[in-house]
């Protein structure tokens, strides 16, 4: 009898275990059913100049690199610029330069985002270099990826032209595609010309225009839409326009750009983030329900563990049966 009973509990544990496997849920960019579209069917919601932290006039988001990867952002641009002592900056125009902002050295930053994907090894991130003053090789990009430990996570193509799903690239821990508008290098095949693969429109719009779908530049299949209002500065630039900063990130003004470019967005580029509903915006025209998911969402691998806490205490109960019984 005893014999018997300990069978049908172990047959009974067997099933419960692999009909949990076949039901987990498995999680990309926060959404179950992203794993299984590839790379540039999936759109991505992007800071503009992501470091530009700050209350400096220069700055561009209110919310540091850290807190926008929590959030959901998953597309970061950063300017890189030669420091006096050799290593790469993050700079807003110029560097040792009191009217702007330097972020520091961008090992600083790349460290931040590994960091992050170790917690979080089932989300996809895509990099935006803007080789601001052309000054920056690559091999110097390559060392601070390597000292920082993102290189472990780069992703190099292998069709021209084919991306693989988020989930497959997850598999193979390539969870980070970077792109360079300057200076790409075949010796480092992870770092990616923009404009081969990215189509983009101009980053200037000032708030008394319309939108402007125009191609400024790249000839890619990946579309980059900017989605921002600046109010010009003299003869010194452009800000963002942060009195209508919620209306241009609601998701009427997002949809309103969109709607009138008539093209499949892969990245939306923000000022300001926080104001607006960029990340929900993508979400939409990723197909899912940003409100039901984001409960739920993956921080720090909480899903996962979740999961794998399940599986643990059926192994348990599977070990104690033949102890015991």
Not at 19 to 36: D, F, M, P
Not at 39 to 57: E, F, L, R
Not at 117 to 143: C, H, K, M, R, W
Not at 243 to 265: A, H, L, M, P, Y
Request: charged fraction near 15%.
């Amino acid at each position: 009898m005893t014999y018997i009973i300990k069978n049908i509990i172990y047959y009974t544990l067997f099933i419960q275990f692999f009909t949990l496997l076949i039901k987990a849920q498995r999680y990309c960019n926060g959404y179950e059913n992203l794993c299984y579209k590839t790379y540039d069917d999936v759109v991505y919601p992007t800071t503009h100049n992501s470091y530009a932290v700050g209350k400096s006039y220069s700055s561009n988001q209110q919310l540091p690199i850290a807190q926008q990867l929590m959030d959901g952002i998953r597309g970061l641009m950063l300017d890189i610029f030669p420091y006096d002592d050799g290593s790469v900056h993050l700079c807003h125009t110029k560097c040792n330069d009191p009217l702007y902002l330097d972020a520091g050295d961008v090992i600083d930053t790349l460290s931040l985002i590994a960091s992050f994907l170790e917690q979080n090894p089932n989300e996809i991130i895509t990099l935006f270099f803007e080789n601001f003053s052309g000054n920056v090789p690559a091999y110097l990009v390559n060392d601070a990826f390597t000292r920082s430990g993102l290189i472990n996570y780069v992703f190099t193509p292998t069709i021209p032209g084919q991306w693989p799903t988020l989930g497959e690239m997850i598999d193979t821990h390539q969870n980070v595609v970077v792109f360079t508008d300057k200076l790409f290098d075949p010796a480092y095949p992870w770092y990616l010309s923009l404009d081969q693969y990215v189509s983009y429109t101009n980053y200037v719009s000032l708030s008394n225009e319309y939108w402007n779908c125009d191609v400024k530049g790249g000839s890619g299949s990946l579309f980059l839409l900017y989605h921002m209002k600046h109010v010009q500065v003299l003869d010194y630039g452009y800000l963002p326009d942060s009195t209508i900063i919620d209306k241009t990130n609601s998701i009427n003004g997002i949809n309103e750009q969109t709607q009138f470019c008539e093209r499949k967005v892969n990245y939306i580029a923000v000022d300001y983030y926080n104001h607006g509903d960029v990340i929900a915006f993508a979400a939409g025209l990723n197909g899912e329900d940003y409100k039901a998911v984001k409960k739920s969402k993956l921080v720090s691998g909480v899903q996962d563990i979740t999961k794998y806490n399940k599986y643990i205490n059926l192994v348990f109960l599977f070990i104690l049966s033949f102890l015991f019984i």
